[in-house]
């Protein structure tokens, strides 16, 4: 993070400019079991893609003024299905639904298979001196024991012990097919959590947009997706709106050519310092991406950011949502995988979203009993291919059914129609599957006849030639120091200005962008609660 986190290898970063002005803390996201591999990690290309395609270019010349960096709160994702399932037939394919656990598997022209990592998930010593119960990062952790009907799949939780602008715990988790995949995937939650923050000595400028006094340019209050102007004016409302007057303490991230671009603070960091509280909006992690140094984690960045501006558009109706048969979706994946995936008690539902960024962003929801009672939950992802995508939203679908299983014991209670955190956004549907019929999920469209492998991977030049120059690729390095001089990880933040993120209180939602116009505050009552934790 700041000056010191900018020289990382691998980042393609120059060195920022002279230094300015500082920063602070905010509080943490709520428990949630995250996926197959970390943010960055959470992803597989396939042997013989060529390298990482998310190194950035060096600055262009000398730089005048500063470029520095921060951030907001967070803001975790997922999504659901059709309301309750009927049970498949033995042997037969539920539209959308689910697959018997041997299918005669169809052979799809052009399907690649789903990338897996070139050489198995391995923990060196480093990561242990990481996870050491007494000097590492986790006051907590360790494998969680699966239920005998549970899909075949390893789970991993931690608590991410406090540390400097973060003073609460952190619950973070994992999910991979072996049980070092599943640790690495919460290892690498954890770092990208443990200090994206402002750090003592790092800079800002303190200024409103109308009086911006660098040479290099800031992003103003058009720029962004906040609130309406008519949740503004609810009584009680606690954020203020961003105006050109608007006095705020601001930090630079970098575009893709490596040139500053100076952001509001809360917008960037997921924890301000002390005694700074946010009052633009709530914090958001989404962005975060870690990975080692040959993970693309400035990809995996933007991949989350369109994929939680695609969650909303599906779900408030700006994007189309298609229904895709299991069988199709998750053709890519080998055959022993999906045997370990499906379970005759589980309905899985595929989507795919139609997203103006990204054509693989998809779906994948869970749906089947449990002692606790009906249990929904949803996995989504955005990836290179259609296929990986798939897979990934499966393995975060089933991921998230243990996190609704734990939170359906603790009783977690919300309202119907508002949930106040992504907790209860998550088990909101097990608590009122009969609300399914009226969402999304149960007016999306047959997916048409699609080849799979007809396109080419979405590299992030064909993302980036997608958001630009319209919303511009905002990245900056937030890797811990105490890890960045190992150099074995790499975390960085990115932000999309322009597009949608997602809100944890269903009274908070970001209503003032194009996904939500042309209505306003009063029409939000007629909205379901999204599922996404």
Known sequence: ????????????????????????????????????????LRR???????????????????????????????????????????????GREQPGGQLSPSPARARLRGVRPVALRKEPA???????????????????????????????????????????????????????????????AGLGEGIERHQPCPLPGEEGVEASYADWPLDEPALGPESWV????EQHAREGFPFRPFTPATRLRWTSFRDLEGEPRWIPEELGFLYLRAGQDHVLSPGISTGLAAGRLTDPVVLRGVQEVVERDGLMGFWWGS???????????????????????????????????????????????????????????????????LGDAFAKAAVEAVQGRSYVRWLLTRGVPPEPGRPRDFSEHAVFFSR???????????RAQPAPERDFGGEAPETLAVLRARLEPAHPILVRSMTPLDLARDRRWRVVKVVIPGLQAMHGNHELP????????????????????HPFP
């Open 319 to 385: 994007y189309a949502l298609e229904r895709w048969p299991l069988e199709r979706a998750l053709a890519a994946l080998p055959a022993p995988l999906l045997e370990r995936l499906l379970r005759p008690q589980l309905t899985l539902s595929c989507y795919r979203v139609e997203s103006p960024y990204s054509r693989n962003l998809c779906v994948v929801t869970c749906q089947g009993p449990e002692r606790e009672g009906l249990c929904f939950s949803a996995g989504a992802a955005c990836r290179e291919t």
């Open 226 to 229: 906040l609130f309406h102007p």
């Open 44 to 90: 597989a290309r396939s042997p013989g893609r060529g390298p990482a395609a998310d190194s950035l270019p060096r600055r262009r010349g000398g730089a005048p003024g500063a470029a520095r960096a921060l951030e907001g709160a967070p803001g975790p994702g997922r999504a659901l299905a059709r309301g309750p399932v009927p049970a498949p037939a033995p």
């Open 122 to 184: 391995v923990l060196d010593a480093h990561d242990r001196d990481v996870l050491d119960p007494l000097t590492g990062l986790f006051k907590g952790l360790g494998p969680l024991a699966p239920r005998p009907s549970d899909p075949d799949l390893q789970l991993w939780a931690g608590t991410l012990a406090p540390a400097g602008a973060r003073h609460v715990d952190v619950a973070v988790g994992g999910a991979g097919w072996t049980q070092a995949a599943a640790t690495l």
């Open 432 to 442: 009122f599957p009969e609300a399914l019929e009226r969402t999304a999920f149960a």
């Open 510 to 529: 970001l209503l003032g962008g194009p996904l939500w116009r042309p209505r306003g505050w009063s029409e939000w009552s007629e909205v379901i609660p």
């Open 1 to 40: 993070m700041g000056h010191d986190r900018a020289h990382e290898p691998g980042l393609g970063l120059a060195p920022a400019p002279a230094p300015r002005r500082a920063l602070r803390g905010l509080p943490a996201a709520p428990l949630r079991a995250p996926l197959a591999l970390p943010r960055a």
